[in-house]
């Protein structure tokens, strides 16, 4: 595939781009395969360039002989291009919106850039699995780096090496990861020092209307308490969405099967709640015109603060347990993506200065990494 397909008009004179807190801006827009360029006419030549994949949404308005594109980018910045012919603007906003869309990862900009600088470290090892786990000596006894998923086959959304109990062969880790959704069986996700006590997430138990067992999964749970230990499952999930979820073939973990483990709900909305208030919240935000009163209203009724309590109080919970009440903790909601990685992330930044430098949030992304399997 030739990005020139989608490209039905390269280069378009005489462009304003009007921009928040910013000079409206004329001159040159050109489409290119992975940017748009949009070059100024005056001395001091500025230009602006935006991936095409930073680009959310595309709204065209024509009006009379011309139109406006509104492009909605996915950090928040809206930038408005005024094009002097209707169908030069039809042609760009189709182009935006078919080379913002591309579904082949191959194609994206990452894999066609050339740096015009010597490159001094190769990202792909400025983390090491190796390396941060010998920074836990204290729990090197009873954990291990597992490299079960090295071809991401037993869950393809984990990093190639995960941290398991020492007592859990590879092979039960197999069969426990079929019993949970996307494969993405208990993993370490945290070790607290003060109180030697571990963060682990996961996504739900595939036990269904009938509660159906994995003796594997129950092993792999309850090696991490030891005796007279106790811990708590936290479950991102209202109970009656969890109960709701296994009547569709999800579930929870019962406490007949996991008995060291108390299950507490701290209901976080699901994603498409976010998008919507992060929508409403945003139009707040580009809404010059409306009053105190009336943007302060409009911020209320996105629920994006609502959003924002939510987490901080179960992440505060999850600390809260870790640290004072000196408790394991198992992280999980459905799929154990989204709500799950917010919860276990703030929690380690909570608990752990060192998760607060930069090498502390690295460690922290390098959990939450969704690997492609086939790349390196």
Not at 254 to 276: C, K, M, N
């Amino acid at each position: 595939m030739e990005f020139v397909e989608f490209i039905k008009t390269p280069m378009v004179n005489s462009v304003t781009l009007r921009r928040p807190f910013t000079p409206d801006m004329e001159g040159t827009l050109c489409v290119t395969g992975h940017h748009l360029i949009i070059s100024s006419r005056s001395d001091n030549h500025e230009e602006l360039w935006l991936l095409h994949s930073n680009v959310d949404s595309v709204e065209k308005k024509l009006s009379g002989s011309g139109g406006t594109l509104a492009l909605k980018c996915k950090d928040f910045l809206i930038l408005y291009l005024d094009i002097p012919v209707a169908e030069d603007c039809i042609n760009v906003a189709s182009s935006v919106l078919a080379l913002s869309n591309i579904d082949d990862i191959t194609l994206r900009y990452p894999f066609f850039f050339r740096p015009m600088f010597d490159v001094i470290e190769n990202g792909w090892q400025a983390f090491s699995a190796e390396t941060e786990f010998n920074r836990f000596k204290e729990c090197q006894e009873d954990w291990r780096i597992s490299y079960v998923n090295k071809d991401y086959k037993v869950c393809p959304t984990y990093p190639h090496a995960v941290f398991v109990p020492k007592s859990i062969e590879d092979e039960t880790i197999i069969k426990a990861a079929t019993f949970r959704q996307g494969g993405r069986f208990p993993v370490l996700s945290y070790y607290h020092k003060d109180s030697k006590t571990v963060m682990m997430r996961s996504s739900q138990p595939l036990s269904g209307p009938s509660s159906k067992r994995c003796k594997e999964d129950e092993r792999l749970v309850n090696s991490v308490m030891g005796m007279g230990k106790r811990g708590f499952i936290v479950d991102t999930r209202a109970q009656g969405v969890a109960k709701m979820a296994q009547s569709k073939g999800g579930g929870f973990e019962l406490e007949a099967h996991y008995p060291q483990w108390r299950r507490i709900h701290q209901p976080i909305e699901r994603r498409t709640s976010f998008h919507d208030s992060l929508i409403k919240m945003i139009e707040a935000c580009n809404d010059s015109s409306s009053s105190m009163d009336k943007w302060l209203s409009k911020l209320e009724s996105s629920n994006w603060l609502t959003h924002v309590k939510d987490i901080l109080t179960s992440s505060c919970v999850v600390a809260q347990s870790m640290d004072k009440e000196r408790v394991s903790v198992l992280v999980h909601g459905s799929e154990g993506t989204d709500t799950t990685l917010l919860v276990s992330s703030l929690a380690q930044i909570i608990l752990d200065h060192d998760c607060r430098a930069v090498t502390g949030l690295t460690l922290v992304d390098f959990l939450l990494t969704l690997p492609v399997p086939g790349l390196p």
